[in-house]
């Protein structure tokens, strides 16, 4: 190729290779001191910016969408999500209380704390949302039980409870109106449960309120602000840290208590855990499979240490030029590291492996040096320049995260041939490496050698029919825009997170919608109720209760019949006899089961008077303070229950006026927004039902947002920057190697094999259900690189005529491809096997990648070039 600019290059690399032997040392000097600046400058300069909300341009409609909510309502946004549940609505009720109330004492890192349904508004007006037949039933069975409430008013303790148990034995169903036998079992629980020394506490509530009062599960949500330090690695590990402090506490004091975080924040500090859990371990192991597999291909330690030096100098370098050009690195722009080690080893070892070839065709060290930066040089060039040009395509893309990872990455490429070309030959030149012998592989080629070359035209057949069958299997490639499907599902953000979203209620993926007057937010959520996707819409005038007055009466009717009885549970369980009680409702059941009453099943009084047993054998040497224990594991949320009816028996008329601020500001924001909160029919956490709710929602909200919005617009957001910058990509270089070429065929000889090996790759992926993702695809500019650089390589061996074509497979040259390619391998190698998904699927796809990238560098594109005279 005797173009004027191949002539050019050639004669510089000439010039390059004779004179930068003269000053070796001092060129190691002052690239050695100028690395030294570089990292104190990255060190001292170099942010950190992990706020994922920014990678994608907040021009594009979602972004818009999301931060006019997020303006209007900054409370929502970025919340932690804090599950309380435990046995009974009571404990996971005073548990969110005190939750909430030691979370808002963390100012320093919490600007807001609160539980949506758990407010004294609502315990007072808990009643009047429920519908009149609701109500009424509720009304029936408080005043069945009105008799047993009196009753245990006057006796509160176990003896009490027995007593009229027994009473009710003895008699018909005339002393105790209400079902006795939900209560007999409520007892057997709580006696079984302590016998296996099991925390257990009857349920008041679930026995008596039918869970009518505001705490309708055992489940409640805490929602609080975490104030983020995006300057750090981990921007919510303060709060989080602190919350799970707390939390540990409560748990520790309340038995059976559980409280699990959850929500982005959670699930994406989690996951910055999960990625970083063992990476020090992974870290080590594949330092050390790299210098293993530089060994193997190098078989010289100077050799060894003179490419690693170099790759070290690089990174820091490349980290230097990142810090002056962009500032900060974001979560994507990180992965520069990754192609750094990649793509710029790959110069150390060309330039390596020809200086060894050389030595051992009898060059002395100078010879062979200059030989390698004039032979080799060239075709490194070429690779940085088309491979920084692939990069350069990521900066007019929308996905600002990759724009700044193109930047970068572009670079360090250069930053990766300039070192390789002058700090590399300078180490040759002190090491001056005399002694090298033939490296006689274990595997002996032979036949396999010729292989490209012998059977090129079957070759040729085989991959144009590959080509096609995996462009059709490609029809089927799919992004995963769901993030959760990326993290560790073991973890407990991840876990807790996919149990809330089969929920109507508690999904995190909601949407909300704005609407600009209360009759509009009125008419969207009447038209949002239609769709089949949707369980609830809620606005602001949801929270005043329908037919009050109707429902007052039923209240007011209750509290005459009720209200002086449940102000006499405002006392703790004393001076009582628990041991005696027990006896007593062991001789009614006895006298019970004689008389063969019908008021309970006859196996339940049996199972009953069993347990009585045990219990009295298993604790007779401390029967007096297990009997205690009992008593309050029985009548321990009797209070509790007694105090929230008695505050909702005290419900008054209200208006939309009348809703205090606290609730109001949920809803109504000072700008005269009004939230429509969207709840979801179906399992969130199947796919179709996700796309399903977030297309209808969209469709009759276009505005509308939540995570479920942004992460699939982020997704198509991503696709559409990736094949931008591809094509682009492709197109560029396409471009450049024509230009440089001179020739179509050489050009596409080049491009091919790296189409036909991301052909192979997509369809392999396809094959093994490992989608796209927003992890994995970030490997794909590294595949990139190596697919331009390595055919670029094996194109101008075959070019250069400096052996016979049927020893490509055992030149330097395919030798390097192929350890460049194993030493990639080897360094990402532990990323498959992480509990981390998303970072799992990047390896599984680099290790296909890479391997397709190989087959086609080594074995297609010398079938297509053909035997050249």
Not at 77 to 102: M, N, R, W
Not at 411 to 424: A, D, E, K, N, P
Not at 600 to 622: A, C, G, H, M, W
Request: net charge neutral.
């Amino acid at each position: 190729m005797n173009t004027a600019s191949t002539s050019i290059i050639d004669r510089f690399l000439c010039w390059w290779g004779a004179n930068i032997l003269r000053f070796p040392w001092t060129l190691i000097l002052l690239t050695i001191c100028l690395t030294a600046a570089s990292l104190y400058y990255t060190i001292n300069n170099l942010g950190i910016n992990t706020n994922t909300a920014e990678m994608l341009s907040s021009d594009l409609p979602f972004q818009k969408n999301r931060l006019r909510i997020e303006k209007a309502f900054p409370q929502d946004a970025g919340v932690l999500i804090l599950v309380v549940d435990a046995q009974t609505p009571e404990i996971t009720s005073q548990a969110a209380a005190k939750l909430e109330q030691d979370l808002k004492q963390l100012s320093d890192n919490f600007t807001s704390v609160y539980t949506p349904t758990e407010n004294d508004f609502f315990k007072q007006q808990a009643l009047l949302f429920l519908n009149q037949k609701e109500l009424d039933a509720l009304a029936t069975k408080l005043i069945d039980a009105q008799p047993f409430i009196g009753y245990l008013a006057n006796h509160y303790s176990l003896e009490g409870l027995f007593e009229i148990i027994g009473t009710a034995l003895k008699r018909t169903d005339k002393a105790l109106p209400m079902n006795l036998e939900p209560l007999l079992l409520a007892v057997n629980d709580a006696i079984n449960h302590q016998l296996k020394g099991q925390p257990y506490q009857v349920s008041w509530q679930n026995l008596l309120a039918a869970n009518k009062l505001n705490t309708n599960s055992n489940r409640t949500l805490v929602l609080a602000k975490p104030i983020l330090n995006f300057n750090e690695i981990m921007p919510a590990a303060h709060a989080l840290n602190a919350a799970r402090k707390v939390a540990n506490k409560l748990m520790l004091n309340t038995p059976g208590l559980r409280i699990r975080m959850t929500g982005e924040v959670a699930l994406e500090h989690e996951e910055l855990e999960s990625v970083g859990k063992g990476s020090i371990t992974a870290g080590v192991v594949s330092l050390f499979l790299v210098l293993l597999s530089l060994w193997v291909g190098l078989r010289s330690f100077k050799l060894l240490f003179s490419a690693f030096i170099v790759l070290i100098l690089g990174l820091i370098l490349t980290a230097g030029f990142a810090t002056v050009s962009i500032s900060h690195l974001n979560l994507i722009s990180i992965a520069f590291a990754i192609l750094y080690i990649g793509l710029g080893v790959d110069f150390a070892i060309h330039i390596c492996l020809h200086y060894r070839e050389c030595r051992i065709q009898g060059m002395d060290n100078k010879q062979a040096i200059s030989d390698s930066v004039h032979t080799v040089g060239f075709s490194l060039f070429l690779c940085a320049l088309t491979t920084s040009l692939g990069f350069l395509a990521f900066i007019p893309t929308d996905y600002s995260g990759v724009s700044e990872l193109g930047i970068i990455s572009a670079g360090g490429m250069i930053i990766g041939l300039i070192i390789s070309l002058t700090v590399l030959p300078a180490l040759l030149t002190i090491f001056s490496i005399k002694k090298l012998k033939p490296i006689r592989s274990i595997v002996k080629l032979g036949v396999i050698a010729e292989i490209p070359f012998q059977y090129a035209l079957q070759i040729r057949i085989m991959a144009v029919i590959l080509a096609i069958a995996s462009a059709a299997i490609l029809s089927q490639l799919v992004f995963d825009s769901n993030p959760i499907n990326l993290r560790d599902p073991h973890s407990e953000s991840v876990s807790t997170i996919k149990e809330l979203l089969a929920s109507q209620t508690d999904s995190p993926f909601a949407l909300s919608a704005l609407a600009p007057s209360f009759a509009e937010a009125q008419k969207l959520a009447n038209r949002l109720n239609n769709l089949a996707s949707v369980h609830s819409t809620i606005f602001l005038g949801d929270l005043v209760a329908k037919n009050q007055d109707e429902k007052l009466e039923t209240i007011d009717e209750l509290d005459l019949i009720l209200g002086d009885q449940l102000k006499n549970f405002n006392h703790v369980l004393s001076n009582t006899n628990p041991v005696k009680a027990l006896v007593a409702l062991n001789i009614a059941l006895t006298e019970a089961l004689k008389q063969q009453t019908t008021i309970v099943p006859r196996e339940t009084l049996e199972q009953l008077q069993q347990n009585i047993t045990l219990f009295q054998n298993q604790y007779k040497d401390s029967l007096n303070s297990s009997a205690k224990t009992l008593e309050k594991n029985i009548l321990g949320l009797l209070p509790f229950t007694m105090n929230r009816l008695q505050t909702s028996l005290s419900a008054t008329a209200y208006q939309l006026s009348d809703l205090p601020a606290y609730i109001t500001r949920n809803w109504l924001s000072p700008a005269g927004q009004y939230k429509v909160l969207i709840t979801p029919e179906f399992d969130q956490n199947k796919v179709e039902n996700l796309k399903e709710f977030v297309a209808e929602v969209q469709t009759a909200a276009p505005q509308s947002s939540g995570l479920p919005v942004a992460d699939q617009a982020s997704g198509t957001a991503v696709v559409k920057a990736f094949i931008q910058a591809f094509s682009a990509a492709i197109i560029a270089i396409f471009l450049l190697l024509l230009f440089i070429l001179k020739n179509i065929r050489n050009t596409l000889l080049v491009l091919g094999p790296l189409l036909l090996a991301g052909l192979l790759t997509g369809a392999t992926n396809v094959l093994l259900n490992n989608n796209f993702n927003f992890a994995n695809i970030i490997a794909l500019p590294l595949l990139m690189g190596m697919g331009v650089d390595s055919s670029i390589h094996i194109f101008y061996r075959l070019e250069s005529r400096l052996s016979s074509h049927k020893d490509l497979l055992q030149s330097s040259t395919a030798r390097a491809v192929f350890f460049s390619s194993l030493t990639t391998l080897c360094s990402f190698s532990s990323l498959a096997f992480t509990s981390h998904l998303g970072t799992a699927s990047m390896g599984l796809l680099l290790a296909v990648g890479i391997f397709f990238t190989l087959v086609c560098t080594l074995i297609v594109l010398p079938a297509f070039y053909g035997n050249r005279n």
